[in-house]
C-alpha cells in the first residue's frame, strides 16, 4: 500500500471539479475539492457498498481525521462506502477567495455529493463544525438519510456563552494572528490529544495549512461562529438546529467529555434534540476524541446493528408488577413508624411519609420539575434523602445517587456524565458543585442566609418547595403514574475498576430488585431494617420495612460502630441490618463498648446482611456471635445487578475451601451461568454450566440494569450474549451449583502456563503467619506475565519494598500448594482500595506499581 500521509492508502484521494451554486460565487464558478473516498477499493474487490458514510471534518483539522474509518473498511472488507470531504478553503480543496458561511457550507457539501451522484443511503458523519454542517445537508435530504453520527460538536448556542478558548480565538486582537499568520490555533487544537499526537500524525494534520494563504479558511471557520443573535450565520443555525429535531433516523453519539470547547453541556443538548440517539462518552478523552479512541468499530458495529436484547423478557419480572410507592400508598392512615433519623432525633409515621412525600412532589412540579428529568440528590441518607427518593419516583423523575464515596473528582466526573437538570444538595455538595461546575439548577436542602445562596447559585431549598407543596390542591396532587419502563434511578457503580459508571433502572426493574429482596430473605412488610450498606437505604418504604440509617457516614463504612449500630436497632426494634464488611469489621473491633442493653438489642436481629465485598468466614464467625439469633448471608452482587447469589454462614462452612469465595446459589428469579475462558483469559460467547470450569460469570435476572448511561459501547460489550449480562467477574460452578468467584476478569494473569485467577493464590498468602491482606498480580507481557505477590504484614510493613527472605519463602511455598509459581514478593504498609467499600483492592494500581518497582525505580507507595 503507498501511503498518501500516515495511515492513508494513495488509491483514496481524489480530487473533483464541481460546479457551485452558492450565492457566494458567481453563476458558472467551478470548485476542486479534495476527498478521500474508498469506491474505487470496492469495485476492485468486487463489494457492493450498501451505504455511503459522508464524513465531514471541522477547524482546523481536514478529512484525514476520518481515515480509521476508511481502514477499518478496507481491513474488516465491509461493504461501506466512505467519502470523507475537504470543505472547500480546507484541507487540499481549492481556496476560493471567498468567506463561506454556514449556508455557503451545507450548500458546497450538496454540491458536491450531487456531483459525486450519491444517491444511495446516507450515513451523515460529522465532527466539530462538521457536526452542523453535516447536520443541515441531513434535514434536507430526509429521503437519502439513513443514519447520523456525531462526535464532539456543537448545533447552538442553548443560551451558553462562547467557551473562553473560541473566544480568544475570535477576539480581535487575537483572530488575526492566532488563526491565520500563526499555526497557533491548529497546534492548539492537535495539542488536545489524549495521549499526545504521533510527531508524523500532527505533521498529517498540519500539512494542509503550511502557510497563511492556506489558513484563511481557518480563520474564516472562527469568524463564523454564530454565538450572537446578531451573527449573519444565526438565521442559519438557528434554522438546522431546529429541524434536527424532526429527525426520526438512527443517531450515534461518540463523545470526549474533556474538551473544552464542545463540552458535556453540547452533548446534552444535543440529547435534547435527538433523544432516541445511542450516546457513548469516552471519560478520559477530549476534543479529537477519533484520534484518542478507536471510534471505527463501535460506529461500524452500530451500522450493522449488533444490538442485542434485553437481559430478561419484561414478562419474566417476579410476579406481577407493583410500582415501588405501593407499599407507601396503602398507608396513607398508617400511624406506625415509617423511618428513622438518628442524629438528630426524627421519625415520620407512614401516614406522614406519604404527606411528606406528595407534598415535596408538588412541589417539585412547581419548579419545573418533569417525568423525565434527572434529579441528582446529594443529601446523606435518612428521612430528607428518603422523601426526596419517593417525591422523584412520584412525578416519574429520575433520581441521579453519586455518593461522596466515590470522591470529589470521581463525584463530578459522574454528575458530569449523568447530566442532571437538577441538583439537590447540603452546604458541602453546593459548595462543590459551585467550585466544579457541576450542571443542575441547584437546591439546598435546607434554608440558607440570602448572602450564601447567592454564592452557591441556589434556586429553591427543600423547605421552601415543602411549604408551596403542602398548599397544592386535590388536584395538583393526582400525580401521573409512571410508566413501569421508564427511567427511574442512574446508580454509579463503585469506580473500583476504572471511572464509575452510571447504571441506569427503570421503574419494573428497580420494583424487581425490591421483590427479589423480599422473595429471597422472607422481608415482608412490617419488619424493621438498619440500612448501613447505601443502595439497601432507598429500599425500606418499596417493602413496607420500618428503616433507620445508623449514626455514620454510608460512604465511609468503616465510621460504623458497634454501639451507632445497636442504637439504630434499638430505634426501630430492628429485624434485620444491612451492612458491608468494612463497617463490620470496625463493629466487631468497636464491640467491647457495647453496654448490657446494647448487646441485648443485637440479639433480637433475626437477619444480618453482609454485602458490597466478599467477607471471610472468621470474620462471619465473629458477627454470629454479636447477632446470635441472627441468619447471617453474605449476598453476592454489583450495582448492575443486586443481589445475584446467596449464602449464609453454615453454607459457607459446608462448602469448605476451594479455589475462590463461594458465594452461594442463585437468589430467587435469577440464573447464573459461566462463560469460559482460554488460555489468555479472554472469555467465551456461549453460556455453560459445566462444573468446575472457570470463567466470566453470568447472570439474567428481572432486576439486572437496564443499561449503562451513555455508555453505548461498554453496554453492547456487557450484553455481548443475548439474554445475559456479562459481570466482568470470573469464577466457577462446583458441583452442587454454588458459584464461586476467583477474581475479576481483568485481574486474570496471563501466563506462558495460561491463564491463573488470583483469589484462590491471595488466600494461601494470608494463610501464613504474620500476613495481612494479598493481591497476586501480572507482570510483563500478556502471555508471559510473572505472579507478583503485593501483600500487608501484621505488623504493618514501615515501607513498601521486597520482602523479608524468610516471609518470601513461606508465601512461595503457600502458593506454590495452588498451582501458581510467585516470582516476586513485595510488602507495603497498606493495600490501595476503592472509596466506597473500602475493601475491594485496587489490583490494576498494585500491578502498575510491582511493575516499576521491579524494574528498579524508585520505590514508592503504590
Not at 421519625?347 to 408538588?362: D, H, I, Q, T
Not at 451461568?673 to 470450569?693: F, K, R
Request: glycine share 8%; aromatic share 6%.
Amino acid at each position: 500500500m503507498t501511503e498518501l500521509f500516515p495511515g492513508v492508502n494513495a488509491i483514496y484521494s481524489k480530487y473533483l471539479d464541481v460546479p457551485s451554486t452558492s450565492q457566494v460565487d458567481s453563476p458558472g464558478t467551478e470548485h476542486r475539492w479534495h476527498f478521500l473516498d474508498n469506491n474505487e477499493e470496492l469495485e476492485q474487490r468486487g463489494i457492493k457498498p450498501v451505504g455511503t458514510l459522508v464524513c465531514v471534518h471541522g477547524n482546523p483539522t481536514w478529512s484525514y481525521i476520518w481515515r480509521s474509518l476508511l481502514n477499518h473498511v478496507s481491513e474488516h472488507q465491509l461493504p461501506w462506502r466512505v467519502v470523507a470531504v475537504d470543505q472547500l478553503d480546507m484541507g487540499f480543496s481549492e481556496r476560493t477567495g471567498k468567506f463561506r458561511r454556514l449556508a455557503d457550507r451545507v450548500n458546497d457539501l450538496n454540491d458536491l455529493t450531487q456531483a459525486l451522484d450519491l444517491t444511495g443511503k446516507i450515513t451523515t458523519v460529522g465532527h466539530d463544525w462538521g457536526g452542523i454542517i453535516s447536520l443541515g445537508w441531513a434535514v434536507a435530504h430526509p429521503d437519502q438519510l439513513e443514519n447520523v453520527v456525531l462526535t464532539n460538536t456543537a448545533i447552538h448556542p442553548a443560551g451558553f456563552e462562547l467557551p473562553s478558548a473560541l473566544k480568544l480565538a475570535s477576539h480581535p486582537a487575537v483572530h488575526g494572528w492566532g488563526t491565520k499568520t500563526s499555526p497557533a490555533f491548529l497546534q492548539v487544537t492537535h495539542a488536545l490529544a489524549q495521549p499526545a499526537l504521533a510527531p508524523a500524525v500532527r505533521k498529517a494534520f498540519m500539512a494542509p495549512y503550511t502557510s497563511a494563504d492556506k489558513r484563511e479558511g481557518v480563520a474564516n471557520f472562527v469568524a463564523d461562529i454564530p454565538f450572537s443573535q446578531e451573527h449573519p450565520s444565526r438565521p442559519a443555525l438557528d434554522e438546522i438546529s431546529e429541524a434536527v429535531r424532526s429527525l426520526k433516523v438512527p443517531a450515534l453519539m461518540l463523545w470526549g467529555p474533556k474538551d473544552p470547547v464542545f463540552s458535556d453541556r453540547y452533548l446534552r443538548d444535543l440529547m435534547s434534540r435527538l433523544p432516541h440517539a445511542q450516546v457513548h462518552r469516552f471519560e478520559g478523552s477530549s476534543h479529537l476524541v477519533g484520534e484518542d479512541n478507536d471510534i471505527a468499530t463501535p460506529i461500524f458495529q452500530w451500522l450493522a446493528g449488533e444490538q442485542n436484547s434485553k437481559n430478561i423478557s419484561r414478562a419474566e419480572a417476579l410476579g406481577e408488577y407493583r410500582p415501588m410507592l405501593a407499599e407507601l400508598d396503602s398507608r396513607t392512615e398508617d400511624q406506625t413508624t415509617a423511618v428513622v433519623d438518628i442524629n438528630p432525633a426524627r421519625s415520620l409515621s407512614w401516614a406522614e411519609l406519604g404527606e411528606r412525600v406528595n407534598a415535596l412532589a408538588a412541589g417539585l412540579q412547581q419548579i419545573g420539575v418533569k417525568a423525565g428529568d434527572r434529579v441528582n440528590l446529594l443529601v446523606p441518607p435518612g428521612i430528607e434523602l428518603t422523601t426526596l427518593i419517593y417525591a422523584c419516583l412520584r412525578l416519574g423523575a429520575v433520581i441521579v445517587v453519586a455518593d461522596a464515596g466515590l470522591g470529589t473528582k470521581g463525584m463530578g466526573r459522574a454528575i458530569k456524565g449523568a447530566g442532571p437538570s437538577y441538583l439537590v444538595g447540603i452546604d458541602r455538595a453546593l459548595t462543590g458543585a459551585r467550585l466544579f461546575g457541576w450542571p443542575g439548577i441547584k437546591i439546598a436542602a435546607e434554608d440558607l442566609p440570602t448572602a450564601k445562596r447567592k454564592l452557591l447559585g441556589v434556586a429553591h431549598t427543600l423547605p421552601e418547595l415543602y411549604a408551596a407543596g403542602g398548599k397544592a390542591s386535590a388536584q395538583e396532587l393526582a400525580f401521573e403514574p409512571a410508566t413501569p419502563d421508564a427511567d427511574a434511578a442512574v446508580l454509579f457503580t463503585s469506580g473500583s475498576t476504572g471511572p464509575a459508571k452510571g447504571v441506569v433502572y427503570t421503574h419494573r426493574e428497580l420494583a424487581a430488585m425490591r421483590d427479589t429482596l423480599r422473595e429471597t430473605y422472607n422481608l415482608k412488610a412490617g419488619s424493621a431494617l438498619v440500612a448501613g450498606f447505601a443502595p439497601f437505604a432507598l429500599l425500606g418504604p418499596a417493602l413496607g420495612a420500618t428503616s433507620v440509617t445508623p449514626d455514620m457516614d454510608v460512604t465511609a463504612p468503616r465510621t460504623l460502630t458497634a454501639a451507632a449500630l445497636a442504637d439504630a436497632a434499638l430505634a426501630v426494634d430492628a429485624t434485620t441490618v444491612f451492612a458491608s464488611p468494612a463497617a463490620l469489621a470496625n463493629v466487631l473491633e468497636t464491640q467491647d463498648a457495647l453496654n448490657p442493653a446494647q448487646r441485648e438489642t443485637l440479639e433480637g436481629v433475626s437477619l444480618m446482611l453482609s454485602a458490597g465485598a466478599p467477607i471471610p468466614e472468621h470474620l462471619l464467625a465473629k458477627v454470629q456471635d454479636l447477632v446470635p439469633n441472627a441468619r447471617v448471608h453474605t449476598p453476592y452482587g454489583m450495582t448492575e445487578a443486586l443481589p445475584v447469589t446467596d449464602i449464609d454462614l453454615p453454607g459457607i462452612r459446608a462448602a469448605g475451601a476451594g479455589n475462590g469465595v463461594c458465594v452461594g446459589t442463585a437468589v430467587a428469579g435469577a440464573t447464573v451461568a459461566i462463560a469460559p475462558i482460554d488460555a489468555l483469559g479472554v472469555a467465551g460467547d456461549q453460556p455453560e454450566y459445566t462444573p468446575n470450569a472457570t470463567g466470566e460469570i453470568l447472570v439474567r435476572a428481572p432486576h439486572v440494569k437496564d443499561r449503562y448511561d451513555r455508555l453505548w459501547i461498554t453496554e453492547q460489550l456487557s450484553t455481548s450474549i443475548p439474554g445475559w449480562h456479562r459481570t466482568g467477574d470470573v469464577g466457577h460452578l462446583d458441583e452442587a451449583g454454588r458459584l464461586w468467584v476467583e477474581g475479576r476478569l481483568g485481574h486474570v494473569l496471563r501466563t506462558s502456563k495460561g491463564a491463573i485467577t488470583p483469589v484462590a493464590a491471595e488466600h494461601a498468602v494470608e494463610s501464613v503467619a504474620g500476613a495481612g491482606r494479598a493481591a497476586l498480580v501480572g507482570v510483563g507481557p500478556a502471555g508471559t506475565q510473572a505472579a507478583v505477590v503485593v501483600m500487608e504484614t501484621v505488623p504493618p510493613a514501615r515501607k513498601p519494598g521486597p520482602a523479608a527472605n524468610d516471609l518470601a519463602r513461606q508465601v512461595r511455598t503457600a502458593v506454590g500448594a495452588t498451582g501458581t509459581e510467585v516470582a516476586a514478593v513485595l510488602v507495603v504498609p497498606n493495600l490501595p482500595t476503592d472509596i466506597r467499600h473500602n475493601s475491594k483492592i485496587d489490583r490494576a494500581a498494585l500491578a502498575d506499581w510491582a511493575t516499576a518497582t521491579l524494574a528498579g525505580g524508585r520505590i514508592r507507595k503504590p
